[in-house]
């Protein structure tokens, strides 16, 4: 099960609590203001594109159309593993002394 917070806008996305900001989430339409997502079901929460005021949200049953911001999420992820991986085996220098 997953809990799933999108905002387009900021292009950040949380999966069960491990967010990231400023992924490329410009291909989504310009009135979803954000998607929820309770393990089972959830909204998404609809503005005016131009005035950027909130018009109504929509109930959704089904994820699959946010596979890509789920890809772009899991991307950021895998990056920051291979950073911190790469961190752990970076070898450690004192002065002109490897460690």
């Known amino acids: 099960m997953m809990r799933l917070i999108i905002v387009p806008i900021d292009g950040?996305?949380?999966?069960d609590g491990k967010g990231f900001g400023g992924l490329d989430l410009l291909f989504m339409d310009a009135s979803v203001h954000a998607v929820q997502w309770y393990e089972t079901h959830g909204e998404i929460e609809r503005k005016d594109p131009v005035t950027g005021r909130m018009i109504a949200n929509e109930v959704i049953t089904s994820i699959d159309a946010f596979q890509p911001?789920?890809?772009a999420w899991q991307a950021a992820k895998t990056a920051e593993e291979t950073a911190?991986?790469?961190a752990i085996n970076q070898p450690t220098t004192t002065g002109s002394q490897t460690l």
Not at 12 to 15: H, L, N
């Open 84 to 86: 911190v991986i790469a």
């Open 12 to 15: 950040a996305v949380s999966v």
């Open 69 to 71: 911001v789920l890809d």
